[in-house]
């Protein structure tokens, strides 16, 4: 069963930085597509960035020069390091993977989301 936690999300001020981390388990994140989204009060869930198996990354224009996706292989945990945080970054996060995957049980076409962790931005 693919499981992602988040954790990492809490109340800073404009300019602070915070890392998220997602641990996952049922899946190795090494070598499947994962990502990070975020959803604001009111506003549809979108995307901030991605990681492929082969280790490109992908970044919502909003958040370019900012935020940087990465991979603990080892710890199969990963991360998106926010820098320069502003108050429109306030929203829960989600991990995400799916659409796609390899797991144990063979290719799964699912998709799997985290249960969020909040960050707030605000002074």
């Known amino acids: 069963q693919v499981q992602l936690v988040e954790s990492g999300g809490e109340k800073v001020q404009p300019g602070g930085s915070l890392r998220l981390s997602c641990a996952a388990s049922?899946?190795?994140?090494?070598?499947?597509?994962m990502g990070w989204y975020r959803q604001a009060p009111g506003k549809q869930r979108q995307l901030v960035a991605t990681?492929?198996?082969?280790?490109?990354?992908n970044y919502a224009d909003s958040v370019k020069g900012r935020f940087t996706i990465s991979r603990d292989n080892a710890k199969n945990t990963v991360y998106l390091q926010m820098n320069s945080l502003k108050p429109e970054d306030t929203a829960v996060y989600y991990c995400?993977?799916?659409?796609?995957?390899?797991?144990?049980?063979?290719?799964?076409?699912?998709?799997?989301w985290g249960q969020g962790t909040q960050v707030t931005v605000s002074s």
């Open positions: 995400h993977t799916g659409g796609g995957i390899v797991t144990p049980r063979g290719f799964d076409t699912n998709n799997y």
């Open positions: 049922g899946i190795i994140v090494s070598i499947n597509p």
């Open positions: 990681i492929t198996s082969g280790g490109s990354t």
